[in-house]
C-alpha cells in the first residue's frame, strides 16, 4: 500500500525533524554539522524559504522552515536530504542510506506564538 500524500497548508511553518540511519551519533563531529549548516544554506536560496529554527543533535535535526509555496517543502526536505546524505557518507567513508525515514512534519502556524516558542 502506497504511503500518503503530505498535505501542506499556506501560511504556515513546519516543524520538520529527520534522524540519522539506526539512530548513530553521525552528526556529533564538527565537520557533520558544517555539511549540514552548507546544505540548509543552499536549499534555502534555491527553494525560496526561510528558516526560523535550526537544532542539530548529535543523531538528528529539527529544522521550523516555511517554502513560499507550500508544496515545495517536499522538495526542498528530498534535495536537502539528499544532498546532505551523499557529502555524510563521503565524510565517514560509507555508502547506504544515512536517514532512517522519511522526514516528519509537522505544521505550525505563524500565529500561535506559544508553539512557534516551544519549536
Do not use: K
Not at 57 to 73: G, I, K, R, W
Amino acid at each position: 500500500m502506497p504511503r500518503p500524500n503530505r498535505r501542506f497548508r499556506p501560511g504556515y511553518a513546519y516543524h520538520v525533524t529527520v534522524r540519522c540511519n539506526n539512530r548513530a551519533f553521525d552528526l556529533r563531529r564538527r565537520e557533520a554539522r558544517a555539511i549540514v549548516l552548507h546544505a540548509i544554506r543552499r536549499a534555502l536560496r534555491r527553494f525560496d524559504a526561510r528558516l526560523y529554527g535550526l537544532a542539530i543533535m548529535n543523531n538528528h535535526v529539527h529544522y521550523l522552515v516555511q517554502t513560499s509555496e507550500p508544496a515545495d517543502l517536499s522538495r526542498l526536505m528530498h534535495w536537502l536530504n539528499w544532498n546532505v546524505a551523499m557529502r555524510m557518507n563521503r565524510l565517514l567513508n560509507r555508502t547506504g542510506h544515512f536517514w532512517e525515514a522519511r522526514y516528519h512534519a509537522v505544521p505550525v502556524s505563524n500565529r500561535d506564538q506559544r508553539h512557534v516558542l516551544n519549536v
